[in-house]
């Protein structure tokens, strides 16, 4: 088959500066799922940013600093509609999927966790959404529970037999597994536990950038993400909130630009979002974030899910047909830009370095899941991970360095 | 593409033909190096006769570097007395860990091989594994 009758996409890499760079034209970068590189658009709107409109943000009084709010708050608008939110004050910002979860344990769940409750993730999350709810049950004496997988990577929604159950404060997972690639049925999870009441928080980081995502249908009560695995800058991430979670939630970090009022003994707090970002606003980050959006939508999301799914159902299709190589979760109808695999015999640190030395970028090691690491009972997966800029030539890149490390390990 | 070929003739020999590995039974002291970030393990045992390391083995799992420096450990440190291995530990945690690049003393044997791995920082654990566990078992003794 061509390239062209499979792949939705025109070549991007023209949109790509490092891409494009002489020094890595023989880059073939499949490590996406870490962090993606960056389109012009986005590294030229922060470079304007800086150049033509910097100033504080909501505290000047002088018209560079009014455009230089008017430009934060377009970036936070830009957010709610690419996301669907109903209002833009629904999104904070964050500086990570991380803090995200953080703040919504810290300020959200720990006030409302009792001795005995529950708080259900996954066995495929990452640590980021793995620890700060062990931490706070711990605290509150009360138990993370664990929605164990079956055999092909998929939930095993059947044994989690409480996960509805009256006990149930929150439910939190990831749309898209950072490891196994498959994507979660989050839609038909948040209707069922919206029905009782139980709040859902998704870790949309690794689909928001591949998979269009409207939080009016999909219902959740919390969706976190970042910039860097969606072509934006690193540093700034988003937190959605339905608006009662949020009036809900205390603020984490204290200090300047959350409060209005206080007293050596009182204080009330700033209206939401700006409660819950605390200290001078990340301004050129926001424009990064924003131009980031902008891209996507530019290409269009729909387009951009048939592309990636296309070349990592090709690339999942050719890997497994290699002796001596494993894929750890079978590609499933709803497999999403990731594919993890191991080759028995050789460490996934020696196939990343070989493949690296051939000129093809990817990651190696737990991918900060360790609980699915010893439920799989495996120290390390290889990781292949896809973006818009990905072609058939990345593909054949990576069999070619597989059939090197095979050569050299045999 | 790579400088100089990190996976070295000498290097995959002694990964795929690792010296001194199998089970410590009878050892006088073992003890173990472990780097959680990759789940690499190995166990060093040491077998003396006076002040000599009369043999040096080892067991465990890691990727290709890890393996073949353990193997190559076991390979230098054998016949050393206790000081002269505790100084070999030394000379490689200058080369792979916080050493001043002055005061490196670049080794001359077979553990040349390992050198290409200071141009990786993130492989230089790998290497240093088996000699922390060496060095535990020195000071153990």
Same mark, same amino acid.
């Given at each position: 088959?061509?390239?062209?009758?499979?792949?939705?996409?025109?070549?991007?890499?023209?949109?790509?500066? $490092?891409?494009?760079?002489?020094?890595?034209?023989?880059?073939?970068? $499949?490590?996406?799922?870490?962090?993606?590189?960056?389109?012009?658009?986005?590294?030229?709107?922060?470079?304007?940013? /800086?150049?033509?409109?910097?100033?504080? @943000?909501?505290?000047? !009084?002088?018209?560079?600093?009014?455009?230089?709010?008017?430009?934060?708050?377009?970036?936070?608008?830009?957010?709610?509609?690419?996301?669907?939110?109903?209002?833009?004050?629904?999104?904070?910002?964050?500086?990570?999927?991380?803090?995200?979860?953080?703040?919504?344990?810290?300020?959200?769940?720990?006030?409302?966790?009792?001795?005995?409750?529950? @708080?259900?993730?996954?066995?495929?999350?990452?640590?980021?959404?793995?620890?700060?709810?062990?931490?706070?049950?711990?605290?509150?004496?009360?138990?993370?529970?664990?929605?164990? !997988?079956?055999?092909?990577?998929?939930?095993?929604?059947?044994?989690?037999?409480?996960?509805?159950?009256?006990?149930?404060?929150?439910?939190?997972?990831?749309?898209?597994?950072?490891? $196994?690639?498959?994507?979660?049925?989050?839609?038909?999870?948040?209707?069922?536990?919206?029905? $009782?009441?139980?709040?859902?928080?998704?870790?949309?980081?690794?689909?928001?950038?591949?998979?269009?995502?409207?939080?009016?249908?999909?219902?959740?009560?919390?969706?976190?993400?970042?910039?860097?695995?969606? /072509?934006?800058?690193?540093?700034?991430?988003?937190?959605?909130?339905?608006?009662?979670? !949020?009036?809900?939630?205390?603020?984490?970090?204290?200090?300047?630009?959350?409060?209005?009022?206080?007293?050596?003994?009182?204080?009330?707090?700033?209206?939401?979002?700006?409660?819950?970002?605390?200290?001078?606003?990340?301004?050129?980050?926001?424009?990064?974030?924003?131009?980031?959006?902008?891209?996507?939508?530019?290409?269009?999301?729909?387009?951009?899910?048939?592309?990636?799914?296309?070349?990592?159902?090709?690339?999942?299709?050719?890997?497994?047909?290699?002796?001596?190589?494993?894929?750890?979760?079978?590609?499933?109808?709803?497999?999403?830009?990731?594919?993890?695999?191991?080759?028995?015999?050789?460490?996934?640190?020696?196939?990343?370095?070989?493949?690296?030395?051939?000129?093809?970028?990817?990651?190696?090691?737990?991918?900060?899941?360790?609980?699915?690491?010893?439920?799989?009972?495996?120290?390390?997966?290889?990781?292949?991970?896809?973006?818009?800029?990905?072609?058939?030539?990345?593909?054949?890149?990576?069999?070619?360095?597989?059939?090197?490390?095979?050569?050299?390990?045999? | =593409?790579?400088?100089?070929?990190?996976?070295?003739?000498?290097?995959?020999?002694?990964?795929?033909?690792?010296?001194?590995?199998?089970?410590?039974?009878?050892?006088?002291?073992?003890?173990?190096?472990?780097?959680?970030?990759?789940?690499?393990?190995?166990?060093?045992?040491?077998? &003396? +006769?006076?002040?000599?390391?009369? +043999?040096?083995?080892?067991? #465990?799992?890691?990727?290709?570097?890890?393996?073949?420096?353990?193997? =190559?450990?076991?390979?230098?440190?054998?016949?050393?007395?206790? +000081?002269?291995?505790?100084? &070999?530990?030394?000379? =490689?945690?200058?080369?792979?860990?916080?050493?001043?690049?002055?005061?490196?003393?670049?080794?001359?044997?077979?553990?040349?091989?390992?050198?290409?791995?200071?141009?990786?920082?993130?492989? +230089?654990?790998?290497?240093?594994?088996?000699?922390?566990? &060496?060095?535990?078992?020195?000071? #153990?003794?």
């Amino acid at each position: 088959m061509s390239e062209s009758a499979f792949l939705l996409l025109e070549n991007k890499i023209a949109d790509f500066p $490092l891409l494009q760079s002489a020094q890595h034209s023989c880059l073939h970068y $499949l490590d996406n799922a870490a962090t993606t590189q960056k389109p012009a658009s986005v590294i030229s709107a922060m470079a304007d940013c /800086y150049q033509s409109c910097y100033a504080p @943000i909501h505290r000047g !009084l002088y018209p560079l600093a009014a455009a230089a709010t008017a430009l934060y708050e377009n970036s936070r608008v830009k957010l709610a509609g690419f996301i669907g939110a109903e209002k833009s004050e629904q999104i904070v910002f964050t500086r990570s999927t991380t803090e995200a979860i953080n703040m919504v344990a810290w300020g959200w769940a720990r006030n409302r966790l009792q001795a005995g409750d529950y @708080i259900w993730v996954t066995r495929m999350e990452h640590h980021s959404n793995f620890l700060p709810w062990q931490r706070i049950c711990k605290l509150c004496n009360a138990k993370l529970r664990i929605i164990e !997988l079956h055999e092909d990577g998929t939930l095993n929604l059947d044994a989690a037999t409480e996960l509805f159950s009256k006990r149930t404060r929150l439910i939190a997972l990831c749309h898209v597994s950072n490891v $196994l690639g498959g994507v979660n049925p989050v839609g038909a999870l948040c209707e069922q536990a919206a029905a $009782l009441n139980i709040p859902v928080l998704v870790d949309a980081a690794q689909s928001v950038a591949h998979i269009p995502i409207d939080v009016g249908v999909l219902d959740c009560d919390f969706l976190v993400f970042s910039a860097h695995k969606m /072509y934006g800058p690193t540093g700034i991430g988003a937190l959605y909130a339905k608006s009662a979670r !949020l009036e809900e939630m205390e603020p984490l970090l204290l200090g300047g630009g959350m409060v209005d009022e206080v007293s050596d003994e009182t204080r009330s707090w700033s209206a939401i979002p700006a409660r819950f970002e605390a200290g001078s606003p990340n301004l050129a980050d926001a424009v990064g974030f924003a131009a980031a959006v902008d891209y996507l939508g530019g290409i269009g999301m729909r387009r951009i899910e048939a592309h990636v799914d296309s070349l990592t159902r090709r690339a999942g299709a050719a890997l497994a047909r290699i002796d001596g190589l494993r894929l750890i979760a079978p590609m499933t109808p709803t497999s999403a830009s990731i594919i993890s695999f191991d080759m028995p015999g050789i460490h996934p640190h020696d196939i990343a370095q070989v493949l690296g030395e051939c000129g093809v970028a990817v990651r190696a090691g737990h991918h900060c899941c360790q609980p699915l690491m010893h439920s799989l009972g495996l120290s390390a997966t290889t990781r292949a991970s896809f973006g818009v800029y990905n072609r058939q030539d990345d593909i054949d890149a990576l069999l070619a360095a597989i059939d090197r490390v095979r050569r050299l390990f045999a | =593409m790579a400088k100089e070929s990190f996976y070295s003739a000498v290097l995959l020999d002694h990964f795929r033909h690792s010296r001194n590995k199998g089970e410590l039974d009878g050892a006088d002291i073992v003890r173990r190096g472990h780097n959680p970030r990759c789940g690499d393990e190995i166990e060093v045992g040491l077998y &003396l +006769q006076g002040e000599k390391l009369a +043999q040096v083995k080892f067991r #465990g799992r890691g990727c290709s570097v890890c393996m073949a420096s353990a193997s =190559m450990m076991t390979e230098a440190v054998t016949g050393c007395s206790k +000081q002269e291995a505790y100084h &070999l530990w030394e000379e =490689m945690r200058d080369l792979f860990g916080d050493g001043n690049e002055n005061d490196v003393k670049h080794p001359t044997n077979n553990l040349q091989a390992l050198s290409v791995v200071r141009e990786y920082p993130a492989r +230089q654990r790998c290497v240093l594994i088996s000699w922390e566990a &060496l060095r535990d078992a020195l000071r #153990g003794l």
